[in-house]
């Protein structure tokens, strides 16, 4: 039995034309820099429709920007898409590009929500940025766009809040 499979071409909002994904299917080197990193967006397959998408980055990292000592988080991204929704592999680079760049947990986390946000122009969106210690004080961030949503089923994050040893 033979089967036939057809691959779907999606238009995303570069000028690359209707392929014009840049980063899945190739390799493609980190960003050096959050600035560098390009977010791609493909057209929601069911526009019109409110449902929840979540990303979960739990060994997100970043550096401090006074001592460039690595920190950690657990990042957890819920959005409604609206028109357009993240190519993954483009949101997957885009985390990674914080690895070597040197900020305040609170600017990281406002960072890649508002540019989730400026690129997809989602319904509405929030981000959970659970942060491990700096100077036995773990900071979380959080933020979101609006109210949240009362017609359709948000999860909670589950994030534990942190507890050291004990």
């Known amino acids: 039995m033979l089967l036939r499979v057809e691959r779907k071409k ?11 994904l840049t980063q899945l299917g190739q390799k493609t080197p980190t960003p050096q820099s959050p600035e560098e990193a390009h977010l791609e967006a493909v057209a929601a397959p069911h526009r019109g429709q409110d449902y929840v998408i979540r ?6 990292t ?8 690595p920190d950690f988080a657990h990042i957890v991204i819920d959005y409604i898409p609206d ?3 993240v190519e993954s592999k483009s949101l997957k680079l885009f985390l990674q590009s914080f690895r070597n ?11 890649i ?6 690129r997809l122009k989602p319904k509405w969106l929030r981000i959970g940025a659970y942060w491990y210690p700096r ?8 933020w979101q766009t609006g109210p949240a949503p009362s017609h359709v089923w948000l999860p909670p994050q589950d994030v534990k809040p942190y507890r050291g040893r004990g």
């Open 83 to 85: 028109a357009l929704i």
């Open 135 to 142: 100077g036995g004080i773990p900071i979380d961030v959080f």
């Open 113 to 118: 929500a508002q540019r989730i946000v400026e």
């Open 10 to 20: 999606f238009v995303t909002q570069r000028d690359n034309g209707p392929d014009g």
């Open 62 to 69: 970043s550096l401090c920007p006074i001592t460039g000592q």
């Open 55 to 60: 990303f979960t980055a739990p060994e997100f």
């Open 101 to 111: 760049h040197g900020a305040f947990h609170e600017d990281c986390s406002l960072t």
